[in-house]
């Protein structure tokens, strides 16, 4: 009988530390079986269990593009048991991954539509998924304009830095990076909170979704900004976090009234999201 | 359908006999309440009880169970690979279920064992497993089956019914597990129609003794953040002193936690019953607890029983009315009261 909570073998391939307080790194697993990496076919949104055998499961967005083939990736902030540990695992190391999990951003009612993504912090992972996938050649031309607001607390912090940088050459999406404050003189993008630069740059919410992925705080004030520029709660896409377990809906605990944020989410809009209780 | 008679000897003889083909379980006299007890582990069955203390739940969803193995051993070939921990599933029997015990598995199958992932462990255990019911002549006072769709001597949910007739059981054989168990069975004469006819006038006496009437049917029209909202979640929560007795006993409580543990360089990954009752249930790693409140964690078990569940799988409320959250709260908090409260608002 299959068994869902039997994680996949993987082999730590590479480990990059995204932030300049080395809080945040970025794994790259490889499959130890090769069709394993069919089975864990996955799109942008999703999640999965990292696997640390003697230490725990935790649930983590895939920030690989189902696009870049031969490994996945996740950003790990470091905070509990799994994820200390995890931090001070060596490439080379066997552990596991569980999934895919979750659904996804919703891509067939994006195609044909301007897109606009708002991130904030450490939550832009399956932002970055979801960045690399609409600009591949085979999938531009599905979406109208692509828009980006991203900030972080100071310059250090912001992840996938090279990226970013490789991003505002392009003349096909157009990259707003800000950042709370800073002193660095060189700094050359923006500088303000997200919801304010979200309200500078956004000017139009006419055939246009917004992503919005980021800490509470940002969340709240981005939704009245996108609210003013007529976006409807049918048209914010949200992806929510929630202590889990299983990842299938099973275990119990990361419901929000009927709803199992592991398996119906973690990506609600805000229009479904009012009819559920404020639990999160 | 086949129905025999044994007498109560007789009947504890048939399991003896069975007990090489079948793991029998069984309510054992334990201190001052019953339990399910491997037979042959000390005491013997003992039929003359209201219902066990505990439900047989853990014999089809352990308390404790072992998922995974694997090995920490950096020498080893497979160091860190987790492997399916070896499991028994030779047929077991659990004899002298009560039918609201039986029924609660049902409702907590729709959880194990939905359209998109079955429960490898729960699915495995409950499929060899064969349920011989035994009907309750007399229902406790806090029993409320028959409000959420069962009854005293419900046969669904059952592989075979047994009637306490006195000196005799009356068994019916109710699926092919059942018939197939008591085609086993040694030491029984067929059933003559005096017997079946004794046996539904004890079931229609016992379903009579039930007049407690719990209010359901406005549950699935209500609007469920205006309940979420209700004022009286106030009332409720204010005794409640967190201590999860409720979701303990419960036969339809089904969440689970998953722990890692280390012993040398060997690991188990391990999942065990958890409750919603808890604090540390919903705590993120970020610190931040959407239920932090006693007051939120209260009103998540009652919402989920009798409302989420309701509107999620259109199968009744998640209870099946054996009482014993009622008869064991410490603090008197009873799922009738706040049913009608649900209900009524």
Not at chain 2, 292 to 316: I, P, S, T
Request: include cysteine.
């Amino acid at each position: 009988m299959e068994n869902p909570y039997l994680p996949y073998p993987v082999r730590i391939d590479k480990i990059t530390t995204e932030t300049e307080d080395r809080n945040l790194k970025t794994f790259r697993f490889v499959f130890l079986n090769p069709e394993d990496e069919e089975k864990f076919a996955y799109t942008p949104g999703q999640f999965a269990e990292l696997s640390v055998p003697g230490k725990g499961e935790i649930p983590i967005g895939i920030a690989s593009s189902p696009t870049e083939k031969g490994f996945v990736a996740f950003t790990v902030n470091k905070v509990g048991v799994v994820t200390n540990y995890l931090h001070n695992m060596k490439e080379g190391e066997v552990m596991g991954i569980r999934g895919p999990l979750g659904n996804w951003y919703p891509w067939k009612d994006m195609e044909g539509k301007n897109v606009i993504i708002v991130g904030g912090g450490f939550a832009f992972t399956t932002l970055r998924s979801s960045i690399i996938y609409m600009i591949q050649p085979e999938n531009r031309s599905k979406f109208e304009d692509i828009s980006v607001v991203y900030g972080a607390r100071s310059p250090g912090l912001l992840l996938y830095r090279d990226e970013l940088a490789e991003w505002e050459k392009r003349d096909d999406i157009n990259m707003h990076i800000t950042v709370d404050g800073t002193d660095d003189p060189d700094w050359k993008y923006n500088v303000g909170f997200v919801p304010t630069v979200t309200k500078e740059k956004i000017t139009s919410s006419e055939n246009a979704i917004a992503i919005v992925c980021g800490p509470p705080v940002m969340i709240k004030f981005t939704q009245p900004v996108l609210e003013e520029l007529g976006f409807p709660p049918e048209r914010i896409i949200l992806s929510l976090e929630m202590r889990m377990k299983c990842g299938i809906g099973i275990c119990g605990r990361c419901n929000i009234g009927e709803k199992y944020v592991c398996k119906d989410g973690p990506v609600f809009s805000l229009a479904q999201l009012k009819e559920m209780p404020g639990e999160y | 359908m086949t129905e025999k008679v044994f007498t109560k000897e007789n009947w504890i003889k048939a399991l003896e006999g069975l007990a090489g083909t079948y793991r029998i379980f069984t309510p054992v006299k334990d201190g001052d309440f019953h339990n399910f007890k491997s037979l042959g582990e000390g005491k013997g069955p003992d039929f003359n009880f209201q219902n066990t203390r505990l439900s047989p739940k853990t014999l089809i969803y352990p308390q404790s169970e072992r998922m995974f193995e694997y090995s920490l051993d950096e020498n080893d070939s497979e160091t860190n690979i987790l492997k399916e921990s070896p499991k028994d599933y030779s047929p077991q029997a659990i004899v002298g279920i009560r039918p609201c015990d039986a029924h609660a598995m049902r409702i907590v199958k729709l959880n194990f064992d939905n359209p998109e992932f079955r429960d490898p462990w729960w699915v495995q255990h409950f499929e060899s497993t064969v349920l011989i019911g035994l009907g309750c002549n007399e229902p406790c006072s806090t029993c409320f089956c028959t409000s959420v769709g069962g009854g005293p001597f419900n046969e669904y949910a059952l592989d075979i019914m047994l009637y306490d007739l006195g000196k005799t059981f009356l068994a019916r054989g109710l699926t092919e597990k059942g018939e197939e168990l008591l085609k086993k069975a040694e030491g029984g004469t067929p059933a003559d129609s005096a017997a079946v006819k004794d046996a539904e006038i004890l079931a229609t006496a016992a379903s009579n003794r039930i007049n407690t009437s719990v209010p359901t049917d406005k549950l699935k029209e209500k609007v469920v953040n205006e309940l979420f909202d209700a004022s009286f979640w106030d009332d409720v929560a204010f005794a409640c002193i967190n201590c999860g007795t409720c979701t303990f006993l419960c036969p339809t409580c089904w969440c689970f936690d998953i722990q890692d543990e280390v012993l040398g360089k060997q690991g188990d990954r391990i999942r065990n019953w958890d409750s919603c009752m808890f604090p540390l249930f919903t705590l993120h790693g970020s610190g931040h607890n959407p239920r932090d409140q006693k007051l939120q964690r209260v009103r998540q078990r009652f919402m989920h029983k009798l409302k989420y569940y309701v509107d999620k799988y259109e199968n009744g409320v998640q209870c099946s009315g054996c009482g014993r959250c009622v008869r064991h709260c410490p603090v008197n908090i009873d799922i009738r009261q706040v049913a009608e409260f649900m209900n009524n608002y």
